[in-house]
């Protein structure tokens, strides 16, 4: 008997986890929400590199991985390697398509998903595009008019057919902060009444808000504050990003990773990151005030915008990479945590900014695209 693929999906793109989250995200949903009868029914298409196998197979999903590179906004060599790589990448895709015949395919974005989003349009295959940035790619500007709709999590990306659903957050993440007892797990990290300050950079670090909080933390003379000092693979062996002599009114708690990150996320009253999409969409979730320092020569200067709302409305502080120092720190630091009240308003208003519905919103989506209920 031939196997049923009437409600096949076929997700592509990736590149980076930044994009392939989102779409484990909304492939699980679409489990979840019957959208496809089961994981089988998901099939995955990106990059090479190894983190999309890795993440994607531990999700339960299969992946294929198509060759490919960024082609950058400028002539040389490389670009001749992609602009092929491209080529061979679409062959791929169009008889990839062929064979698996989904009923729709999700563009997550970035150069991974140019080859299924040109084989889609080229045998009309619908498809949704998924923007997680307030800026969009290049692969999203090009490709959005001939989407069914433009998935964005910002309002004013300029996409065609944008409908803002927001960006999923990963199953965990939710499930981890659902319903927490913030008091007790708190209690059980040994913080009382003490001000939590979260800091990170990402997986690797943050070489410039390592260094600024290394700086804080030296030099801090006011109220007792515990620092959760997220130092990165890159930068934990390196004294110059790890404070050496913590000022006594510090608790210092520097590590290299943090495993249990939802959990010290809601226990924490401020925290001081990047301004990446998901990072923005997981604060957000928590409700947790923010000293956001957008990464500098990010594409269209996108960390800025996915941070506009945030800092606009008063939940957040925007420091640019270049004026972030232990000095600046300090006083934003200061500033804040001196009043504890206005930080719980800043708390409340970065929890309106939450969509913990963003996944199943977007399969719902996929659902009535597909003629469902």
């Not at 949903?29 to 994607?56: C, D, M, N, P, Y």
């Not at 059980?188 to 997986?203: P, Q």
């Not at 790890?242 to 006594?248: D, G, N, R, T, V």
């Not at 506009?308 to 502080?317: D, F, I, P, R």
Request: aromatic share 6%; with cysteine; net charge positive.
């Amino acid at each position: 008997m031939k196997k049923n693929k009437a409600w096949e999906v076929i997700i592509s793109g990736g590149g980076t986890a930044g994009h392939l989250m989102p779409g484990i995200s909304v492939a699980k949903a679409l489990v979840t929400q019957r959208v496809v009868s089961a994981s089988e029914k998901v099939h995955f298409v990106g990059s090479r590199r190894e983190i999309e196998k890795k993440l994607v197979s531990e999700a339960g999903f299969t992946i294929t991985r198509l060759p490919g590179e960024g082609i950058q906004r400028n002539w040389s060599l490389k670009n001749l390697r992609a602009i092929y790589a491209l080529f061979i990448a679409t062959n791929k895709a169009l008889f990839l398509l062929l064979r698996k015949r989904p009923k729709i395919v999700i563009s997550l974005g970035g150069y991974a998903s140019a080859p299924y989003t040109i084989a889609a349009i080229l045998l009309r295959v619908p498809f949704i595009l998924m923007e997680q940035n307030a800026v969009p790619g290049l692969v999203n500007k090009i490709f959005a008019r001939f989407a069914k709709a433009s998935v964005v999590a910002f309002d004013g990306t300029g996409l065609a057919k944008s409908v803002n659903l927001g960006n999923p957050v990963r199953e965990e993440f939710i499930s981890l902060t659902e319903g927490i007892d913030r008091e007790r797990v708190r209690n059980d990290l040994g913080v009382n009444e003490e001000i939590l300050i979260l800091a990170f950079g990402g997986s690797l670090g943050a070489q410039q808000i390592n260094r600024a909080v290394k700086e804080f933390v030296e030099s801090w003379e006011s109220d007792s504050l515990i620092v959760h000092h997220v130092i990165g693979e890159r930068d934990f062996e390196e004294d110059m990003f790890k404070a050496s002599q913590p000022s006594p009114r510090i608790d210092y708690r520097p590590v290299k990773y943090e495993d249990e990150m939802p959990k010290i996320m809601v226990c924490a009253d401020l925290v001081i990151c990047r301004a990446g999409a998901t990072t923005v969409a997981e604060i957000s979730l928590v409700g947790l005030p923010a000293i956001l320092v957008p990464l500098p020569n990010a594409p269209g200067d996108h960390q800025t915008l996915n941070a506009k709302a945030l800092y606009e409305n008063g939940a957040g502080v925007l420091l640019r990479n270049e004026e972030l120092n232990g000095e600046r720190l300090s006083k934003e630091i200061n500033r804040l945590v001196s009043d504890k009240e206005n930080l719980k308003v800043m708390a409340n208003i970065a929890k309106e900014f939450g969509r913990p519905q963003a996944a199943f919103d977007i399969a719902n989506l996929i659902n009535s695209l597909l003629g469902g209920k």
